[in-house]
């Protein structure tokens, strides 16, 4: 029987508190593959934890400092450990240095449970036995190999440099975690110059065909060389990066300006662990942080009162917190309960004590959290749309200058693209694989594909035989947003030099995601460049208008904001010297450029992910 699911009045008065997900059973359940495990001993108490920051998914368009706590076993505190020594457990855990806490924490950010392996690990038996002692050392071990290789990502970090650190009678589990981390390409990945020496002369395994020269292809395909494979990437684009594209932006007359400007992904969302992040570091890129400051605008222009602003942020927080408890009471019942019900039916509670403006406010946060799961709150599910908290990679949001197609290029460098190469047929059997792009085909002994969801989903690519259930269930599962941005580029920068972001409010709970944030690229751009965007409800109808109404829009909402009068000069110069020339000018040589990105999330179930954009 489903338990009652609470009303608001009961509700409201429940402890805001956030409460994570527990491992999920399979990561705890030995595999059927592998002989039962004996009864290990009791670890310690998994209710008595330790606490560390990680930012939200929820501010990811607005930066702040608030954060929440994830919780580790305190088995990974070496004092406590000390302090409350447990009989036959606690000598048999290993000591490889003064930090585990801190260790366990970059081995999160790289994707990695804390106290539990991951299913691909029970899957490749890193340890002969799941959930005992020996699975307790091999995670700190795997976590320490990660944190060493993090202190330098220049250097290629090999077994041997762990041979005096790991105790001997651990040395198996050295030999598991270190192959896993390499084959999988968590460690030792990337362009620096000691990697590309670990490249072999010839191809000494299999070909493999990669379909799509994204992020995704290019890593893959760079591993792939790595380990001896003989690699062919196809491309259906005249260029590699897939949703990541860096477009040049040039205007004006005799006194010309011009901006490197991302059309596609252009925020890095934490830098630690971010993969992209650990490239610029190795490239020696500079980047920049997205500074906290955010002002938000009201919908006759004038800013929002800074109290106000806080009040209802925190208040918006704190019902994110109730929904987080309420699916708690709510148990398996949640997974059909959508978060924008559940932050809905908060709000009605309060409707009385809020005035227009808060309400306005309400529906930005609202609009804000939309951009950040990329996805409406009303096909989000209140049981698992934040479960990835916990693994967000840590560290800053930050622009890479110059745009981040200089990482794709870097990533693209010595790999065997052939471009307008698009893949309609992939015919696979125990013979190997042929991939037909157009009358074109090609032969490989295996295939990697890497398109995007939305590809996928369309049937675009027909493959033979049929691609296994449980992959066209997950194709089905999966669900991708709409994200709508506006790149502007003007002939002088009029607004904050110290705002990287700033938000506008409207007073339409239907359009509250148009224009909603701005964000400025004059400082990493090369030029003048302000980009709006489009997300929620507002991204749909967005898709059906027309580009001069767009911007005519944007520049409505710019002209209202207090910045400086100096904005309403450049906009009529600006519109008298377009006044007669035709659309295509407008759209291409003053470089308002318009761009459809198509980003993922999953609907109701599944854990949330970036998985593909589609820039138009």
Known sequence: MNPPIPTPEEFSSLPLEFIPFLPLPSQTTPSPTQNQP???PALPDPNAFLSFPIPKKRRRGRPQKAQTSFHFPQFFSQNQHQKQ?????????IVINKDPTNEAVIG????????????????????TNIGG?????????????????RENVNVWVTKEMFLNSVPKHCHGLLESAYNYLVSRGYINFGVSQSIKEQFPQEDTKSN?????????????????????????????????????????????????????????GSVLTGTLGNPLGILARQLGYS????????????VDGKPVDLDMDMKVETAFNRLLDKASRLRQLMGDVSVDVSLGAA????????????????????????????????????????????????????????????????????LAENVPILYEKTVHTVRYGSDGVRVIAGSQVFEGDMVLCTVPLGVLKSGSIKFIPELPQRKLDGIKRLGYGLLNKVAMLFPCVFWETDLDTFGHLTDNTSSRGEFFLFYSYATVAGGPVLIALVAGEAAHTFESMPPTDAVTQVIQILKGNIF????????????????????????????????????SYIIMRGHLNWLSFHVW
């Open 38 to 40: 004996a009864p290990a």
């Open 85 to 93: 020594p447990i009989p036959d457990i606690s000598e048999e855990i």
């Open 108 to 127: 999160l950010s790289a994707g990695f449970p804390a106290d539990s392996l991951t299913e691909e690990e029970i899957d490749a038996r890193v340890v």
């Open 133 to 149: 002692i020996e699975q307790v050392n091999y995670i700190l071990i795997r976590n320490h190999i990660i944190a060493k290789w």
């Open 208 to 264: 493999v065909i990669v379909v799509g020269a994204g992020l995704a292809g290019l890593s893959a395909a760079r591993q792939l060389m790595r380990l001896g494979f003989k690699v062919t990437v196809l491309e259906g684009r005249k260029r590699a990066g897939g949703r990541v594209y860096t477009k040049r932006m040039e205007g004006g007359a005799g006194n010309r300006v011009s901006a490197s400007v991302d059309l596609g």
């Open 287 to 298: 980047m920049h942080k997205v500074r906290d400051k955010c002002p938000l605008y009201s």
């Open 343 to 410: 932050l809905e039916t908060f709000r009605q509670v309060y409707e009385d004590a809020v005035n227009k403006e808060e309400i306005n406010l309400f529906n930005w946060h609202c609009a804000n959290l939309e951009y950040a799961n990329a996805g409406l709150l009303s096909k989000l599910s209140l049981a698992f749309w934040d479960q990835d908290d916990p693994y967000d990679m840590g560290g800053d949001h930050c622009f890479l200058p110059g745009g981040n197609g200089r990482l794709v290029q870097a």
């Open 564 to 599: 400086n009068f100096l904005f309403e000069n450049i906009v009529y110069v600006a519109f008298s010297f377009l006044s007669y020339k035709s659309l295509q000018f407008l759209e291409y040589h003053i470089c308002v450029l318009v761009a459809n990105i198509w980003s």
